[in-house]
Nanobody, 114 residues
Framework: QVQLVESGGGLVQAGGSLRLSCAAS????????MAWYRQAPGKQREVVAV???????TYADSVKGRFTISRDNAKNTVYLQMNSLKPDDTAVYYC????????WGRGTQVTVSS
């Protein structure tokens, strides 16, 4: 079992920045990919950024150049640095981890005001 706890969400004005953190605990030694997803009201959950155990990253087109995912394996934590935030980035952001099964955090709300 893996437990994921997100933090760092909040309310920010357009153009501002936030950094999300996701701390993993439990049977973490088997975790490979970690990722951030988001779900806006009335929309499907979508992937925002993915990072492999080796550090390779991929991003949704909508956040490329603005968001950066990083991972500290020693702290079992993954981060999402979000810059130049837009109102369209408003959503609940979820941490995701994959070993032999997918695991999800409970989510953290990010609200970007115009």
């Amino acid at each position: 079992q893996v437990q994921l706890v997100e933090s760092g969400g909040g309310l920010v004005q357009a153009g501002g920045s936030l950094r999300l953190s996701c701390a993993a605990s439990g049977s973490i030694f088997r975790i490979n990919n970690m990722a951030w997803y988001r779900q806006a009201p009335g929309k499907q959950r979508e992937v925002v950024a993915v990072i492999t155990k080796g550090g390779s990253t991929t991003y949704a087109d909508s956040v490329k150049g603005r968001f950066t995912i990083s991972r500290d394996n020693a702290k079992n934590t993954v981060y999402l640095q979000m810059n130049s935030l837009k109102p369209d980035d408003t959503a609940v952001y979820y941490c995701y981890a994959l070993d032999v099964a997918p695991y999800w955090g409970r989510g953290t709300q990010v609200t970007v005001s115009s």
